[in-house]
T-cell receptor
């Protein structure tokens, strides 16, 4: 079974600065997808960014980018120019290729605090 | 707003009771997924329905069951409730099942078992 580990229970960043959230995963599969989800105080899970394992290029979505290291099974999220609205719980998630799109394995989450 | 509606938002009940959580997916979405978020277990996939049929199963207890109705809304039934069942239960939906489209989450139902 696949596992996802987020080793940072909490992180903090100053507004306008950059922060990196870490995620590692364990799998024997070669094809899979990785995700970062954001859960603000409203509780709703919001997709931040997605990475296909077969793509070597790191995914980018505006201020959010990932550093995907397949051999090291590492998938970190970088948030640039942090904003107060980025404060939330962030979850790293894994999905096997060819299985139900919604069957995700989540990490334990990292609480991100943004200081003004 | 994701377009996924979950009711009720909060539910307080006692041990041994049975509750039903309801989820209305986004218009046009055929797949519904249920997740449980608890302090002990984190976020866990429970079950998926696609167009009325069970498609995938995760760590769902035998005391829990779900179904998807012809109008595509889904219900998650939790019976013989225990203190450890207290959690935030999420529903999510997507258009299909295995293709790489986006997953939309509802705001969850917070269940407290006293």
């Amino acid at each position: 079974a696949q596992t996802v580990t987020q080793s940072q229970p909490e992180m903090s960043v100053q507004e306008a600065e950059t922060v990196t959230l870490s995620c590692t995963y364990d799998t024997s599969e070669s094809d899979y997808y990785l995700f970062w989800y954001k859960q603000p105080p409203s509780r709703q899970m919001i997709l931040v960014i997605r990475q296909e394992a077969y793509k070597q290029q790191n995914a980018t979505e505006n201020r959010f980018s990932v550093n995907f290291q397949k051999a090291a099974k590492s998938f970190s999220l970088k948030i640039s120019d942090s904003q107060l609205g980025d404060a939330a719980m962030y979850f790293c998630a894994y999905r096997s290729d060819g299985t139900s799109y919604g069957k995700l394995t989540f990490g334990q989450g990292t609480i991100l605090t943004v200081h003004p | 707003d994701s377009g996924v509606t979950q009711t009720p938002k909060h539910l307080i009940t006692a041990t041994g009771q049975r509750v039903t959580l309801r989820c209305s997916p986004r218009s046009g979405d055929l797949s519904v997924y249920w997740y449980q978020q608890s302090l002990d277990q984190g976020l866990q996939f429970l079950i998926q329905y696609y167009n009325g049929e069970e498609r995938a199963k995760g760590n769902i207890l035998e005391r829990f069951s779900a179904q998807q109705f012809p109008d595509l809304h889904s219900e998650l039934n939790l019976s013989s409730l225990e203190l450890g069942d207290s959690a935030l239960y999420f529903c999510a939906s997507s258009v299909g099942s295995i293709y790489n489209e986006k997953l939309f989450f509802g705001s969850g139902t917070q269940l407290s078992v006293l």
